[in-house]
């Protein structure tokens, strides 16, 4: 009897604390025991009551970014899953460097990386259906928590340096809203356009063709799984018909699901941070993973790379 009492108790003061969060409207820590990835500011994931469709990452401290203000990236998850925690590890490796991350989807409570999940919460899963447009509904968002007194983003976050990034499926959505001239990069994992278009239309993306490319407008870069990946002959496509902007193409011989399941998002999110501390922060170092000849993965016989526009 005594045991239950305890366990009341600590039920009514969980629930007193969790309406108190929502009360304030401040952003609850969830899932997460200590920050994670490997950058300088550690990184929480969170939500947020004022945006309960996606899941947040970013540095579990803000004041100790200073004055740096963060860059903001979208993200779509794999299989256009309605599961915003479907790449934690890789996700808080990218905030932890200092970006406000908004992924797709709630979390819910994903087992295993690239968008599967064992999410018991009625609308949270993988066979929930999301749009690209959720992608720029996290920049909208943003922008708006940028400029708004009393937010904890409040003068903290650099609207004019977003990016769009995604797995898979997500991937296309995050191709498919490439063209918004907010967006000043884009990661494209385990993706690429269909060459042969399904004879259905594909839950989560509203177009599937390759005359979208035509409508990029910034540099982007494909992380591509090597020729096990499914996505790889529609990736590598992509590239042949991208003439107008700078696109890097990487292959990691991993497959479909790439590196999001290893610690800290493996090598993939290696490379999605660099290429983002470059084309965001304007990072001279991090571009040397994929400038010049002897560029960092030009030069490493674990990747095969292919570039137009970059050098």
């Known amino acids: 009897m005594r045991l239950a009492s305890h366990f009341a108790c600590i039920t009514v003061v969980a629930a007193a604390l969790v309406f108190a969060s929502i009360a304030r409207a401040a952003p609850e820590p969830i899932g997460i025991l200590a920050p994670g990835g490997t950058g300088p500011y550690p990184a929480a994931m969170v939500t947020d009551p004022s945006l309960t469709t996606h899941t947040i990452y970013r540095p579990a401290d803000l004041n100790r970014v200073g004055a740096e203000r963060l860059p903001i990236v979208a993200w779509g998850n794999g299989g256009c899953a309605n599961v915003g925690d479907s790449a934690k590890s890789f996700l808080l490796e990218v905030a932890s460097h200092g970006y406000l991350v908004i992924a797709v989807g709630p979390p819910g409570e994903a087992v295993s990386q690239g968008g599967t999940s064992d999410a018991k919460s009625p609308g949270v899963g993988p066979q929930t259906r999301t749009h690209s447009s959720q992608l720029t509904d ?159 993965l030009c030069v490493d016989p674990a990747w095969t790379i292919q570039k137009k526009r970059i050098d």
Not at 227 to 254: Q, R, S
């Open 138 to 296: 996290a920049l909208d968002w943003a922008t708006a928590q940028s400029s708004r007194r009393g937010s904890d983003y409040f003068g903290r976050l650099d609207t004019h340096q977003m990016a769009v990034m995604g797995h898979s499926c997500g991937g296309l959505q995050a191709l498919e809203v490439s063209s918004d001239p907010r967006i000043a990069t884009s990661v494209i994992l385990d993706s690429g356009i269909l060459s042969s278009p399904p004879p259905f239309p594909m839950p989560g993306v509203t177009t599937n063709d390759k005359n979208e490319l035509a409508k990029l407008h910034a540099p982007l870069i494909y992380i591509i799984g090597g020729p096990t990946d499914i996505a790889y002959a529609n990736a590598m496509d992509d590239v042949a018909h991208i003439e107008h902007v700078a696109v890097f193409v990487g292959n990691l011989n991993v497959g479909h699901h790439g590196t999001f399941a290893r610690p800290n998002g493996g090598a993939f999110a290696v490379v999605a941070t660099a290429w983002l501390q470059w084309q965001l922060k304007h990072d001279s170092a991090a571009a040397k993973m994929f400038l010049g000849t002897q560029c960092g």
